[in-house]
């Protein structure tokens, strides 16, 4: 996949209002769980990074020095090294490990009801230039020929993102990343069902399909659809 955007670069660079420190391990380590990084890859240069993230590059390198402690990332040395992401995506159903109090993951799906939709619906009412076009397009295409459900579960992810990114909002890009990353912390304490993952599909093929057409309406009406069955397949499973 190509594209003249970085999806990378718009999550980590949302605006944020808390310290420094905590605040660039959390942008990190969640860009890292949603696969903005995926496994393997090598995050942007140090210089980059921390201007992309508005820190300083002694702010970053004790960001990354957490990160590594925490075994989401490792750092290899030498002419080609650089930081490179340690954390094989998760199969949904095999982490039961709930850290986030019931409350807060469920308050996040009444907020997810009302971000999402009003995202999809502004991304829709832009006139979008090639490369956002072909940047939603690969994160739809990259969910479509995942190879496993825990492929498709960063995929998904990545392409509501992606959805976000489009609306050239840092503040809805940071309010969709957090809902995402609540929604990824409960979706892969249950398992993978295939007749729910079929449904998704369809739904973020509509969606897609909306936003390049540029019917803001339908876009918002098919993901609050999304968003409730989402929901109600979490309240029914998580208890």
Same mark, same amino acid.
Request: aromatic share 2%; with cysteine; glycine share 8%.
């Given at each position: 996949? &190509? ?8 999550? *980590?660079?949302?605006? !944020? ?9 959390? !942008? ?16 942007? =240069? ?21 990160? !590594?402690?925490? %075994? *989401?990332?490792?750092?290899?040395? $030498? ?12 199969? =949904? ?16 799906? #009444? ?5 999402? =939709? ?16 072909? *940047? ?5 295409? $990259? ?10 579960? *960063? ?17 809805? #890009? ?9 929604? &990824? ?10 007749? %729910?993952?079929? &449904? ?25 659809? &999304? ?11 998580? $208890?």
């Amino acid at each position: 996949m &190509h594209t003249g955007l970085d999806l990378g670069a718009t999550v *980590l660079g949302a605006a !944020r209002g808390r310290h420094a420190f905590e605040d660039c391990v959390e !942008r990190l380590a969640t860009a890292i769980r949603l696969g903005v990084y995926p496994d393997g890859s090598t995050l942007p =240069p140090e210089r980059e990074l921390s201007v992309r993230m508005g820190v300083s590059r002694a702010t970053l390198r004790e960001a990354i020095a957490a990160l !590594r402690t925490a %075994n *989401l990332v490792r750092t290899t040395r $030498g002419r080609s090294g650089g930081t490179v992401v340690d954390h094989p995506p998760v199969t =949904p159903g095999e982490d039961r490990g709930i850290t986030t109090p019931r409350a807060v993951l469920m308050d996040s799906l #009444v907020y997810r009801r009302i971000v999402e =939709p009003g995202a999809c619906y502004l991304a829709a009412s832009r006139s979008l230039d090639e490369d956002e076009r072909t *940047l939603l397009t690969d994160a739809h295409a $990259g969910v479509v020929e995942a190879s496993s459900p825990a492929e498709h579960r *960063l995929a998904d992810s990545r392409l509501h993102l992606a959805i976000a990114s489009l609306t050239g909002s840092d503040q809805l #890009v940071d309010a969709v990343t957090n809902v995402q990353a609540h929604l &990824h912390e409960m979706l892969i304490a249950i398992p993978s069902l295939p007749v %729910n993952i079929a &449904h998704s599909s369809r739904q973020h093929a509509d969606i897609v399909a909306a936003i390049l057409r540029g019917n803001a309406k339908r876009a918002r009406a098919t993901m609050e659809n &999304h968003c409730d069955d989402t929901a109600a397949l979490l309240r029914g499973l998580l $208890g």
